[in-house]
């Protein structure tokens, strides 16, 4: 391991992570600011992730990693309003220069920006406890973003891809007996989060409402209900959940995975159920699996079907502060 300063630090590592990508930054990594040109008819949107050794992921864990997962995660918020990536900035905090370290991880962000189009514009590096954030910039059509406000009872309710794979992985990686095909497609699936980004940009033409499931399903569609002040009811035996994850963990393990295990990723969203055909039409091509759960009812609440039986769930999720 070797040592690097600062300004060789950014120059070596994070510099070139700028070069390429979107045509609205004029100027990049370097001076005190970067210079974005916005396009016409385009609103700015804007979202920032923070992730803490100890916290977020354990000791240990290997650069490449964390940096799939916070890129994967900053960008899925992007995707779940409908917005075309644009740019980013990276805020690094780090115990220890080492270049090995550095090597892996801006290789691994590199690799990120370069699938998803985003162009790394600028950040701050400083010393202490591992913690890095990275604040992510799209666009959207003018009035075209895709809120949480805007359900409205009837619409259908939709997610993309499985749900509890996450989980699944994060589960998995505790247990050091499991090998195989299963474990390492979970595995990846908690590593390396796949924004839905093109499907958030498809379906904002057709969605009134969208979030992303960072902290469980119920959690992240309660956020939708609340917002756009209605209910919901969702069929079990809809929920997308994939073969690795059923065959691991079992039919009941599973569901709860898929309704309450965060971080996959996903985006769930509302559709009109007049637009539905509209919305097939648009996704024919679209190589991410859309499946309907549920539909948004005017009572307050979430229900969840499962085989005729009707039952009211509260939703939970994830909190850093439990009051
Ligand atoms: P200032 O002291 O003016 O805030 P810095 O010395 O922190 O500037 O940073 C110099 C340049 O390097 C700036 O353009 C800044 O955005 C960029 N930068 C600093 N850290 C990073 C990083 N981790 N990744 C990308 N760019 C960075
Ligand atoms: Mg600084």
Redesign the pocket.
Known sequence: MSAVGEFEL?RNY?AAIGRDGSGSVRLG????CAIIAPPSERELVISIDTMVEGTHFLPGTAPAQIATRIMGAALSDLAAMGAQPAFFT?A?TLPESNSDWLQSFSAALADMAKRYGVQ?V????TRGPLTISIQVHGWCHRGKALRRDGAKPGDRIFVTGTLGDSRGGLESIQQPQSTGYNHHYLHQRFFEPEPRLDTGQIIAEFATSAIDVSDGLLADLDHILQGSGVGAMINLDELPISEALHHWAGEKTSRDWALRGGEDFELCFTVPAMLEPKLNWALREHNVAVTCIGQISAEPGILLVDDGHVSAVEPQGYNHFPG
């Open positions: 950014i994070f990594v370097g001076d005190d990276l690094l790394l600028g950040g701050d590096t």
